[in-house]
């Protein structure tokens, strides 16, 4: 049973064509949609007695809940939560190989999956290189609306997020030397 992001549905909503033109049976996939909080869908789901494994993708605070939730059947879990998914590049990678992974690793799905790139350690022998070429490839980013079929970034899911994202540029302003986008 997949209970997907409330706001965040529509990508999910592929799989059970996916699995059906695929030749599963059915009735083996299953979509629920709702909201996750306490009394709703995703709540109910984790609390069922008949669901013996949880697998979720997300906020920690919300991992913490659904945890809790889980623990008195001691019901598998895996968790993948708040991820900080750094990329490692060293002196002997293929410098544009790097650069095109890393900029699909923080800008695609407009970075809002829990395993966006949001850290890049770069060996010093390639450091200024790599930020040279990055912030060039960047700034070729194309934001736009959705709906465009050039546009590589668009609006993001949720104003709270749009507000953390960018409390997150004005701490990147203040903490390391901005390159790229930020208001340059």
């Known amino acids: 049973v997949l209970k997907p992001a409330e706001f965040t549905p529509l990508s999910a909503s592929l799989w059970p064509g996916i699995f059906e033109e695929a030749g ?34 997300g906020e920690s605070k919300t991992g913490q809940t659904i945890f809790a939730n889980a623990a008195p059947w001691l019901k598998g879990l895996s968790m993948e939560l708040g991820g900080k998914s750094p990329a490692v590049v060293f002196a002997d990678a293929d410098l544009d190989a790097a650069v095109n992974a890393t900029i699909f690793g923080v ?12 850290r890049i350690l770069v060996e010093d022998k390639i450091y200024d290189e790599f930020v040279e070429r990055y912030a ?49």
């Open 24 to 57: 599963l049976p059915t009735g083996v996939f299953n979509m629920v949609n709702g909201f996750g909080e306490e009394g709703f869908a995703g709540d109910s789901l984790v609390k069922h007695p008949d669901v013996p494994l949880i697998s979720f993708t």
């Open 136 to 184: 060039a490839q960047a700034k070729r980013v194309k934001v736009g609306l959705p709906s465009d079929p050039s546009t590589e970034v668009a609006a993001l899911v949720h104003p709270e997020h749009y507000e953390k994202v960018m409390s997150y540029v004005e701490i990147g302003k203040s903490e390391a030397r901005l390159v790229a986008g930020g208001g340059l």
């Open 107 to 118: 800008f695609s799905l407009n970075g809002e999956r829990c395993t966006a790139g949001s």
